[in-house]
């Protein structure tokens, strides 16, 4: 589960849209806000993708009419505003915390891992930038 933090308008959306569609190789494929259904699936042979946008949600327990174990038991989750599951947040997530930067298009990201799993993709993703810099 990847949540996805930040103010209104910190591009907490354009994220998700572009993880969605980089991971599902499809650069030019339409990906919905979720702002109003409050969850899009996206299937596909490498594995489903659910993204929840939870602003408009009234209660944390509202989210399981949404399919929110379904997504949880295999699929990747991008959840906007994660801070509104309460108690039925994973005890295993990776947060991604946006914040405007200097410039108009750019932002600053912060990523807090929350577990075992969220800290080895961490670390991997250190490595990553490290091998790139």
């Known amino acids: 589960m990847i949540g996805l933090c930040g103010a209104l308008g910190s591009g907490k959306t354009a994220?998700?849209?572009?993880?969605?569609?980089?991971?599902?190789?499809?650069?030019s494929e339409e990906v919905p806000s979720p702002t109003f259904t409050l969850v899009q699936l996206y299937d596909d042979a490498a594995g489903a993708i659910w993204h929840f946008d939870l602003y408009r949600l009234g209660a944390p327990e509202d989210v399981y009419e949404l399919g929110?174990?379904?997504a949880f038991s295999g699929a990747i989750s991008l959840i906007e505003w994660p801070e509104k599951l309460g108690s039925i947040m994973p005890g295993d997530w990776l947060q991604v915390h946006l914040a405007p930067g200097e410039g108009e298009e750019e932002r600053l990201v912060t990523i807090t891992p929350h577990g075992c799993r969220a800290r080895a993709l961490t670390e991997a993703l250190a490595e990553d930038l490290e091998r790139d810099a």
């Open 15 to 27: 994220f998700a849209r572009a993880f969605i569609r980089a991971r599902l190789g499809r650069r």
């Open 68 to 70: 929110i174990e379904d």
